[in-house]
Nanobody, 119 residues
């Protein structure tokens, strides 16, 4: 069982930066790939980024490539999402999730944190 708690969301002007954190409970955090997703009002949830259990592999959605960076600290049971050059269209609720290594689907989800980018 893994419990996930996101933090770091807030209101930021376009062009600014935010760093989201996702703290995980449980001793098996380092065995999970981790992902960040987002969902804007009236839009489908989309994947933002994913990182392998070791941190050696990352994946980014096309809309955030070059602006967002996912990272993790297994010693702290935490995954991060550094968001730079934020745009109005990045406004959404951001969720972190845990997936068994190599498995596309996610088993555990956080409650989400709101990111609002003002234009």
């Amino acid at each position: 069982q893994v419990q996930l708690v996101e933090s770091g969301g807030g209101l930021v002007q376009a062009g600014g930066s935010l760093r989201l954190s996702c703290a995980a409970s449980g001793r098996t955090f380092s065995s999970y790939d981790m992902g960040w997703f987002r969902q804007a009002p009236e839009k489908e949830r989309e994947i933002v980024a994913r990182i392998s259990w070791s941190g050696s592999k990352t994946y980014y959605g096309d809309t955030v490539k070059g602006r967002f960076t996912i990272s993790r600290d297994n010693a702290k049971n935490t995954v991060y999402l550094q968001m730079n050059s934020l745009k109005f269209e990045d406004t959404a609720v951001y969720y972190c999730a845990a997936a068994r290594t190599g498995v596309p689907s996610y088993d555990y989800w956080g409650q989400g944190t709101q990111v609002t980018v003002s234009s």
